[in-house]
């Protein structure tokens, strides 16, 4: 093979292991991240956001027993289950099998897909957590008040008395317009990470909601935020240098 024939099947080669990586590998591989904000710190969560689950189930389950294996004190999910209303049912017992309490905020596919949030209080209930659509809670034992916003907003959620304040919020953006409240850590979603990140430049593109808020942790004026990329996929099963990701979260 003369060098410029190499040349050529590279050219040819590179792109299409790259395609294929991103479309039949990457939005499987899913990933575990830390991230500890208190060295000596005794409680440990998972976040998880942007499931959008289309049916399969080899994957989900494999999300449930990584979650499991982690052994959280809780659990946190911050929006899009599913797209559409024929997956909810499924996609729900998936959560009902999480054996840590699951604590849940709406995104915008829980408004646009026509599920009953009546089965998604039924559901995270039934983990020992809570759905929070514009709701608080204090969980007692790690001094914590939880609060999850819905499309209403926080206007409606007076703050309860803690040590320690966690909000989840689905769109990113949103931990630069809660007025004077302030949180210890705010978890979001919906960027996906952008799905696609070229190395250098980062995502190629991300939603409206999101800002400069696409992926990982920032400081922010309503507090800490950590976004997460999802587990799941949005419009193009695709997936390039953003693989889907666990956080596991020390506070």
Known sequence: MTRREFLKLSALTVPTVLGLDARFVEPTSLRVAQLKLNAKGNCRLVHFSDFHFKGDEQYAGEVVRTINKLAPDFVCF???????????????????????????????????????????????????????ADRNIVMERHELELVGMGIVGLGIVPPLPATRRLLLIHYPLMADRLGERHFDLILAGHSHGGQVRLPLWGSIIVPRGVGRYDLGYYETAGGPLYVNPGIGTYRLPFRFNCPPELTLITI
Do not use: M
Not at 80 to 97: H, K, M, S, W
Not at 99 to 118: I, K, L, M, Q
């Open 78 to 132: 911050t929006g899009d289950l599913v797209e559409q209303r024929r997956f909810a049912t499924a996609a729900l017992g998936f959560i009902r099998q999480i054996d840590a309490p699951v604590y849940g905020c709406p995104g915008n596919h829980e408004y646009s897909s026509g599920v009953s949030f009546r089965d998604y209080e039924k559901a995270f209930g039934a983990t020992g957590g809570a759905w929070l």
